[in-house]
């Protein structure tokens, strides 16, 4: 038994290091592909540029290059390829996030990192990203997806269920100008609250009736996606976590810890309308964990109250200007059109 264990351990670290080396030999092929495509790009806008090609006359160059290159390259070089190359050169060749330096050549890399981030995304992720209009928008699903190594599929999501817009409705013109240059920056506990929240993926029906525990548990099952629309830095500690004060039993629905606040966060799930009870609720449990749970060197708690429907004023007026850690933001179980 002990040399088939031994044999085990053996099996187990040969085959994490054939794994590393596989992610990073295809990473290296991806970086290349990308590399290689922006500096396509480059020397099609440098010849039309010295040449002073007019647009017809340009059409003419890519579909006569289209032809050469498929002919010793094979595949990946139609004329609708190549204009994407050439549109992804115009659009990045000033990039403060990934291809900002079009001066370095293949032997360099022709990348110059640069301080906000890190990793250069798959072609996919950019062919995606150039059908986003607004530069400021995509530059900051750029970096999301570099620093969360978010995949095409997520990035797709994250940009239906418009991110970027509901991080940017509370905030002024020079943070939103901050999210398209750093992505999202959690500093203080309004930096992870969105408004709406969108939990399409829980598969809830939008027009039937649903229990609270359904809820609970759909979001459970589903607990990826919803620390990914929770956002970063969520970790999960608990369901149904339970606390008690003077003999009564309450349940908080669930508990997370965030890893940048260093504070607890407490969610409670609310199917119907939102009612006063339910912030006085909340108000008890936040106050509880910063009395009896959390420690001298984490930070004060974070209530979010999730609810299907909200009254603005009634809001307004149940929360003090003391109670900037407790919020209310609605949830949604579709992706909006």
């Not at 290091?17 to 592909?33: C, E």
């Not at 606390?243 to 609310?270: A, G, P, Q």
């Not at 974070?302 to 109670?323: A, F, N, P």
Request: proline share 1%.
């Amino acid at each position: 038994m002990k040399k088939l264990s031994i044999q085990n351990q053996l099996y187990q670290s040969i085959r994490d290091l054939l794994v590393k080396a596989k992610d990073a030999a295809a990473y290296s092929v991806n970086q290349l592909l990308v590399i290689t495509n922006f500096q396509i790009g480059k020397l099609i806008i440098e010849y039309e540029q010295k040449g002073n090609v007019r647009a017809e006359y340009s059409d003419q160059t890519l579909i006569q290059l289209s032809k050469k290159l498929s002919a010793q390259f094979g595949n990946g070089f139609s004329v609708d390829n190549l204009e994407r190359m050439r549109r992804f050169y115009l659009m990045y060749k000033n990039s403060a996030t990934v291809l900002r330096n079009s001066k370095n050549n293949l032997q360099k890399t022709g990348i110059q990192k640069s301080a906000t981030v890190l990793r250069i995304l798959s072609w996919s992720h950019y062919l995606f990203l150039m059908r986003i209009e607004n530069d400021s928008e995509r530059m900051f699903y750029e970096i999301e997806s570099s620093k969360e190594n978010w995949s095409l599929r997520e990035l797709q999501r994250q940009y239906d269920t418009g991110l970027f817009e509901r991080l940017s409705l509370s905030k002024n013109k020079k943070k939103i100008k901050q999210l398209s240059k750093r992505g999202q920056v959690i500093v203080r506990p309004e930096d992870v609250i969105k408004d709406p929240y969108i939990l399409e993926f829980l598969n809830l029906p939008e027009h039937h009736s649903y229990s609270a525990q359904e809820f609970e548990t759909a979001s459970i099952s589903k607990l990826e996606d919803f620390l990914l629309e929770l956002g970063k830095g969520f970790f999960f500690v608990g369901r149904q976590v339970r606390i008690t004060i003077s003999e009564d039993h309450y349940y908080i629905d669930l508990v997370f810890f965030h890893r940048f606040l260093k504070c607890f966060v407490l969610i409670d799930l609310k199917i119907g309308e939102l009612k006063h009870k339910d912030i006085g609720q909340m108000k008890m449990y936040v106050n509880y964990y910063d009395e009896e749970i959390k420690s001298k060197n984490e930070n004060k708690t974070i209530g979010i109250i999730l609810c299907k429907s909200k009254k603005d004023l009634l809001v307004k007026y149940t929360l003090d200007k003391t109670d900037k850690q407790i919020f209310v933001s609605k949830y949604k179980l579709y992706i909006p059109i």
